[in-house]
């Protein structure tokens, strides 16, 4: 009877450990994706706190110096005369030096005269993974105005001059077209970051495969915000505000 108990005893336990095996793989699988989409949300937190951090500081400066400023999206200057595909991943903040025609500098609100553009600071990275997408950063479309996203070429480094995407604000820290006439009104833009990688195919917008799509094809986890003609800024809280199709 021992003989017969222990044989049975030892059959259940390798049942028992198979089962335990298999909830102990279920659990890591599940623990690994936790793990993941808090690294991923606070990158894309991070993107829009960045955005949300460079309007106030490109109002700021354009009211502090009564000139037009703008936030420029682009490839990384370091790295853009090299690549094929937009990277949109680089952001700043640049003032407009206007020329007043003697060949002296001075800050300006009239965008007309000849001037240049300046960087303000160095700029910042978004993290790893995420990506400006012009391509879902719409303006806001039951509001009167021209789109306040433009688009431009700067010189950001020695690798000479590079594609950009950009909004601007006037000397009020108003947020205005790019190049639109004084008093034109604006509609509200939206700012969309998506995870991704660059690549190509059907997902593709802007050079950049996202990196999940939900069940309508939209990018996963997309986040932005919206700027407003007043200058002020909303963060979008769900994927129907975020992406407009």
Known sequence: MKRYSSKHHGAFTMIELMVVIAIIS???VMAASVLRDPGKGRSMDS????????????????QGNDTYTRIIIADDPRTAAER?????????????????????????TDVVHKGKWVSTSAGVMLPSGVYFSPHYSR????MDGEDGLGQDSARLSNKGKTNIYCIEFDEKGRFVAPGANPGNATRAQRMVFIYGHPGSGK???????????????????????????NGNTTRLRTIDQTIQN
């Open 139 to 142: 303006s806001v479309e039951w």
């Open 26 to 28: 279920l659990m890591m």
């Open 84 to 108: 094929t595909s937009r990277h949109l991943r680089y952001m700043t903040v640049q003032m407009f030096k206007k020329n007043d025609g003697k060949g002296v500098g001075a800050d300006g």
């Open 47 to 62: 993107a829009v706190d960045m955005m949300e951090s460079l309007v106030r500081e490109a109002r700021a400066t354009a």
């Open 203 to 229: 997902v593709a917008k802007d050079g950049i495969v996202p990196a999940s799509v939900d069940d309508q094809k939209r990018p996963a986890g997309a986040k932005g915000i919206v700027v407003w003609p």
